[in-house]
């Protein structure tokens, strides 16, 4: 992870002031291409820029999986709009439907992509349907993934600048971890890496966001077949929304010793009482 030094004047409330070496992490835009085409250029965290890449047109319905993806190289020609190492060129099967016209995306590292396709358009695109997977998970064992994707957290732990992204398998194993100064990015980089090693559709997997539930994040989660989307923060009503009508479990405020289950209660182990 790219790292910055800054210089930094810490004041306190007693009045005193100190100068103090602080670290921040880097936040460089990339531009993704298929085919030559420019696509889009997200604000993002140097680093598993592939998995990105990959991540981003499976989640945005551009591909169905890694194996319409004939290769990904970065691209340190000059020129290019995002900088040295900063573009990623994507070449796709000739089976592989392309987007009609360059899609010129911008994408902020706060809310992603803005206006995106309803529920409808999300429930046309998704290949992999989750409303009848299996999973099950104890509450007990929910409540213990913020801590552990905590602890596997570096970035944050040097910058508390970092949103992550955790998926689990259905046993409770922390699979993949990704940091991003974008919650959608950090997204895209564990599907991605899900998605380069054939391993999509995830089915009975968790997939943990460190912040909040957005409707992205949720579709997101919903293209790579994941059943279950936790966020120690709040969902948004469209998130929830989303969540109901493809028979997804969405827990939010995950947190301490609780939790508010929004959709998909089923998968919660509850024992009587």
Not at 113 to 125: F, L, N
Not at 177 to 206: C, M, Q, Y
Request: include cysteine; charge should be neutral; proline fraction near 6%.
């Amino acid at each position: 992870m790219d790292v910055a030094k800054q210089r930094v004047m810490q004041l306190r409330a007693s009045g005193g002031t100190s100068w103090r070496a602080d670290e921040l992490t880097a936040e460089e835009p990339l531009e993704i291409r298929v085919d030559s085409v420019p696509l889009s250029v997200t604000m993002r965290t140097p680093g598993h820029d592939l998995e990105l890449a990959a991540g981003f047109l499976i989640t945005e319905g551009l591909v169905t999986g890694a194996g319409e993806i004939v290769s990904m190289r970065t691209c340190p020609q000059a020129g290019a709009v995002a900088g040295p190492l900063n573009v990623v060129e994507v070449t796709l099967q000739p089976s592989a439907s392309r987007p009609r016209s360059a899609r010129h995306f911008y994408v902020t590292s706060s809310c992603g992509i803005c206006g995106k396709a309803s529920i409808d358009q999300v429930r046309t695109i998704c290949s992999h349907p989750v409303r009848e997977d299996p999973l099950r998970v104890s509450p007990e064992l929910l409540l213990s993934f913020p801590e552990r994707l905590r602890q596997a957290q570096p970035g944050f732990a040097r910058t508390g600048g970092l949103h992550a992204a955790g998926l689990f398998d259905g046993d409770g194993g922390l699979v993949c971890v990704r940091e991003d100064v974008g919650r959608h990015n950090a997204f895209d980089k564990v599907i991605g890496w899900a998605a380069t090693r054939g391993l999509l559709p995830l089915r009975s997997h968790i997939i943990l966001a460190s912040g909040r539930a957005s409707f992205e994040l949720t579709q997101k989660a919903l293209m790579a077949g994941i059943p279950l989307l936790a966020a120690v923060s709040a969902p948004s009503d469209l998130a929830v929304a989303l969540a109901r009508e493809s028979g997804m479990t969405l827990v939010g405020f995950l947190r301490g010793d609780r939790m508010n289950v929004y959709s998909g209660h089923h998968r919660l182990a509850i024992s009587p009482g």
